[in-house]
Protein backbone atom coordinates (compact mmCIF):
# COMPACT_ATOMS: atom_id res chain seq x y z
CA UNK A 1 0.00 0.00 0.00
CA UNK A 2 1.23 3.60 -0.88
CA UNK A 3 -0.26 5.24 1.93
CA UNK A 4 -1.16 8.58 1.72
CA UNK A 5 0.24 10.47 -0.62
CA UNK A 6 0.79 14.54 -0.51
CA UNK A 7 2.67 17.03 -2.80
CA UNK A 8 4.47 19.45 -2.60
CA UNK A 9 6.94 17.93 0.07
CA UNK A 10 8.63 21.42 0.87
CA UNK A 11 7.06 24.67 -0.58
CA UNK A 12 8.55 28.38 -0.26
CA UNK A 13 6.65 31.09 -1.82
CA UNK A 14 6.03 34.94 -1.43
CA UNK A 15 3.48 36.28 0.91
CA UNK A 16 0.04 37.37 -0.91
CA UNK A 17 0.84 33.93 -3.52
CA UNK A 18 -1.55 31.26 -3.71
CA UNK A 19 -0.47 27.88 -2.69
CA UNK A 20 -2.22 24.59 -3.47
CA UNK A 21 -1.90 21.44 -1.43
CA UNK A 22 -2.47 17.98 -2.80
CA UNK A 23 -3.20 14.89 -1.51
CA UNK A 24 -3.86 11.36 -2.12
CA UNK A 25 -5.36 9.04 0.03
CA UNK A 26 -5.81 5.41 1.10
CA UNK A 27 -7.35 3.44 -1.73
CA UNK A 28 -11.11 2.71 -0.18
CA UNK A 29 -11.05 4.65 2.61
CA UNK A 30 -13.75 7.14 3.47
CA UNK A 31 -12.81 9.73 5.33
CA UNK A 32 -10.01 12.84 4.70
CA UNK A 33 -8.19 14.96 7.26
CA UNK A 34 -6.45 17.69 6.71
CA UNK A 35 -4.12 19.08 9.77
CA UNK A 36 -1.91 21.76 10.42
CA UNK A 37 1.01 21.78 12.97
CA UNK A 38 3.10 24.25 14.05
CA UNK A 39 5.01 24.56 17.13
CA UNK A 40 2.98 27.31 19.04
CA UNK A 41 -0.45 25.31 18.19
CA UNK A 42 0.54 21.84 17.90
CA UNK A 43 -1.50 19.55 15.24
CA UNK A 44 -5.31 21.44 14.72
CA UNK A 45 -7.56 19.52 12.59
CA UNK A 46 -8.60 22.12 9.54
CA UNK A 47 -11.59 20.12 7.97
CA UNK A 48 -12.41 16.38 7.33
CA UNK A 49 -14.44 15.00 4.76
CA UNK A 50 -16.64 11.89 4.54
CA UNK A 51 -17.24 10.35 1.21
CA UNK A 52 -15.63 13.16 -0.53
CA UNK A 53 -18.06 15.77 1.45
CA UNK A 54 -16.92 18.73 3.89
CA UNK A 55 -18.86 17.65 7.25
CA UNK A 56 -16.95 19.79 9.80
CA UNK A 57 -14.55 23.03 8.44
CA UNK A 58 -14.69 24.86 11.74
CA UNK A 59 -11.02 24.66 11.83
CA UNK A 60 -10.39 26.65 8.70
CA UNK A 61 -9.00 29.24 10.15
CA UNK A 62 -10.49 32.32 7.51
CA UNK A 63 -11.18 32.62 4.07
CA UNK A 64 -8.23 32.45 2.66
CA UNK A 65 -8.28 28.58 3.12
CA UNK A 66 -10.47 26.44 1.42
CA UNK A 67 -10.43 22.56 0.42
CA UNK A 68 -12.05 20.35 -2.02
CA UNK A 69 -12.22 16.59 -2.55
CA UNK A 70 -13.55 16.22 -6.01
CA UNK A 71 -13.33 12.24 -6.03
CA UNK A 72 -12.44 9.70 -3.51
CA UNK A 73 -9.07 9.25 -4.26
CA UNK A 74 -7.90 13.74 -4.76
CA UNK A 75 -8.49 16.29 -1.83
CA UNK A 76 -6.80 20.07 -2.23
CA UNK A 77 -5.99 22.27 0.34
CA UNK A 78 -5.63 25.76 -1.08
CA UNK A 79 -4.13 29.23 0.49
CA UNK A 80 -5.09 32.39 -0.86
CA UNK A 81 -3.19 34.89 -0.35
CA UNK A 82 -0.94 33.27 1.74
CA UNK A 83 0.64 35.38 4.66
CA UNK A 84 3.80 34.48 6.65
CA UNK A 85 1.87 33.31 9.27
CA UNK A 86 0.37 30.36 7.40
CA UNK A 87 4.00 28.78 7.55
CA UNK A 88 3.68 25.04 8.84
CA UNK A 89 3.43 21.89 7.94
CA UNK A 90 0.34 20.52 6.36
CA UNK A 91 -0.94 16.59 7.01
CA UNK A 92 -3.33 14.80 4.91
CA UNK A 93 -4.87 11.69 6.54
CA UNK A 94 -7.51 9.54 5.44
CA UNK A 95 -8.70 6.75 7.58
CA UNK A 96 -11.20 3.84 6.51
CA UNK A 97 -14.55 5.54 7.63
CA UNK A 98 -15.01 8.00 10.44
CA UNK A 99 -16.27 5.35 13.16
CA UNK A 100 -15.01 5.18 16.59
CA UNK A 101 -11.62 3.10 16.88
CA UNK A 102 -10.66 3.54 13.74
CA UNK A 103 -7.35 4.56 12.99
CA UNK A 104 -6.11 7.74 11.21
CA UNK A 105 -3.17 7.03 8.48
CA UNK A 106 -1.02 10.16 7.85
CA UNK A 107 1.02 11.46 5.40
CA UNK A 108 4.52 12.52 5.25
CA UNK A 109 3.47 16.22 5.10
CA UNK A 110 3.54 19.27 2.79
CA UNK A 111 6.08 21.87 4.80
CA UNK A 112 4.90 25.32 3.83
CA UNK A 113 7.10 28.52 4.16
CA UNK A 114 5.93 31.49 3.39
CA UNK A 115 8.22 34.69 3.03
CA UNK B 1 -16.08 17.83 27.25
CA UNK B 2 -13.17 15.03 26.51
CA UNK B 3 -9.87 15.99 26.76
CA UNK B 4 -6.75 14.29 26.93
CA UNK B 5 -3.16 15.57 28.77
CA UNK B 6 0.18 14.18 28.36
CA UNK B 7 2.03 15.34 31.60
CA UNK B 8 5.47 15.75 30.52
CA UNK B 9 6.45 18.13 27.92
CA UNK B 10 10.23 16.10 27.07
CA UNK B 11 11.39 12.93 28.86
CA UNK B 12 15.00 12.35 28.54
CA UNK B 13 16.39 8.72 29.49
CA UNK B 14 19.49 6.31 28.58
CA UNK B 15 20.08 3.76 25.81
CA UNK B 16 18.85 0.76 27.38
CA UNK B 17 16.47 1.85 30.08
CA UNK B 18 12.69 2.01 30.43
CA UNK B 19 10.69 4.19 29.20
CA UNK B 20 7.24 6.00 30.28
CA UNK B 21 5.34 8.52 28.51
CA UNK B 22 2.55 9.68 30.56
CA UNK B 23 -1.37 10.34 28.71
CA UNK B 24 -4.30 10.80 30.84
CA UNK B 25 -7.63 11.47 29.30
CA UNK B 26 -11.35 13.07 30.31
CA UNK B 27 -14.19 11.71 29.12
CA UNK B 28 -17.60 10.59 30.49
CA UNK B 29 -17.71 7.24 28.49
CA UNK B 30 -15.17 4.81 27.35
CA UNK B 31 -12.94 6.22 24.62
CA UNK B 32 -10.88 5.04 22.27
CA UNK B 33 -7.04 5.84 22.72
CA UNK B 34 -4.57 5.87 20.35
CA UNK B 35 -0.45 6.76 20.80
CA UNK B 36 1.14 7.67 17.28
CA UNK B 37 4.82 8.64 16.95
CA UNK B 38 6.06 11.46 14.74
CA UNK B 39 10.39 11.49 13.50
CA UNK B 40 11.76 14.33 12.52
CA UNK B 41 10.16 15.74 9.16
CA UNK B 42 7.63 12.29 9.08
CA UNK B 43 4.00 12.70 9.63
CA UNK B 44 2.16 10.90 12.63
CA UNK B 45 2.50 6.85 12.36
CA UNK B 46 0.35 4.58 14.76
CA UNK B 47 2.49 2.81 17.82
CA UNK B 48 -1.22 1.37 19.11
CA UNK B 49 -4.05 1.63 19.86
CA UNK B 50 -7.17 0.86 22.17
CA UNK B 51 -10.86 0.02 21.56
CA UNK B 52 -12.28 -1.62 24.85
CA UNK B 53 -10.67 -5.03 24.47
CA UNK B 54 -7.91 -6.00 26.69
CA UNK B 55 -6.64 -3.55 28.78
CA UNK B 56 -2.68 -3.94 28.03
CA UNK B 57 -2.35 -3.47 24.27
CA UNK B 58 1.15 -4.24 22.60
CA UNK B 59 2.16 -2.25 19.66
CA UNK B 60 5.41 -2.14 16.95
CA UNK B 61 8.69 -1.25 18.38
CA UNK B 62 8.00 -3.06 21.78
CA UNK B 63 5.84 -0.52 23.09
CA UNK B 64 2.93 -1.04 24.62
CA UNK B 65 0.18 0.53 26.77
CA UNK B 66 -1.82 -0.06 29.54
CA UNK B 67 -6.01 1.58 29.94
CA UNK B 68 -6.59 2.10 33.08
CA UNK B 69 -10.51 3.28 33.64
CA UNK B 70 -9.90 4.14 37.49
CA UNK B 71 -6.98 6.47 36.89
CA UNK B 72 -8.03 7.59 33.49
CA UNK B 73 -5.01 7.32 32.05
CA UNK B 74 -3.25 5.32 29.02
CA UNK B 75 0.59 5.23 30.06
CA UNK B 76 3.32 4.03 27.10
CA UNK B 77 5.92 2.18 28.31
CA UNK B 78 9.00 0.36 26.69
CA UNK B 79 11.54 -1.78 29.03
CA UNK B 80 14.36 -0.81 27.18
CA UNK B 81 15.08 2.35 24.81
CA UNK B 82 16.64 2.40 21.38
CA UNK B 83 18.45 5.48 20.22
CA UNK B 84 15.75 4.93 17.08
CA UNK B 85 13.13 5.26 19.82
CA UNK B 86 13.97 9.45 20.01
CA UNK B 87 11.00 11.33 18.58
CA UNK B 88 7.77 13.00 19.33
CA UNK B 89 5.15 10.87 20.88
CA UNK B 90 1.28 11.96 20.63
CA UNK B 91 -1.37 10.54 22.68
CA UNK B 92 -5.20 10.74 21.56
CA UNK B 93 -8.73 10.29 22.24
CA UNK B 94 -11.33 9.29 20.42
CA UNK B 95 -14.44 9.93 21.82
CA UNK B 96 -17.52 10.10 19.32
CA UNK B 97 -17.90 8.80 15.98
CA UNK B 98 -17.42 12.16 14.54
CA UNK B 99 -13.54 12.70 13.11
CA UNK B 100 -13.90 16.05 14.83
CA UNK B 101 -14.17 14.72 18.67
CA UNK B 102 -10.36 12.80 18.03
CA UNK B 103 -8.08 14.96 20.37
CA UNK B 104 -4.85 15.25 20.05
CA UNK B 105 -3.01 15.57 23.14
CA UNK B 106 0.40 18.07 22.98
CA UNK B 107 3.26 15.54 22.49
CA UNK B 108 6.02 14.57 23.83
CA UNK B 109 9.53 14.88 22.98
CA UNK B 110 11.60 11.52 23.72
CA UNK B 111 15.51 12.25 23.76
CA UNK B 112 17.80 9.24 24.56
CA UNK B 113 20.92 9.40 25.50
CA UNK B 114 24.10 7.06 24.65
Known amino acids: DAGVIQSPRHEVTEMGQEVTLRCKPISGHNSLFWYRQTMMRGLELLIYFNNNVPIDDSGMPEDRFSAKMPNASFSTLKIQPSEPRDSAVYFC?????????????FGEGSWLTVV | AQSVTQLDSHVSVSEGTPVLLRCNYSSSYSPSLFWYVQHPNKGLQLLLK??????LVKGINGFEAEFKKSETSFHLTKPSAHMSDAAEYFCVVSLYSSASKIIFGSGTRLSIRP
Open chain 2, 50 to 55: YTSAAT
Open chain 1, 93 to 105: ASSPSHGLGNTIY
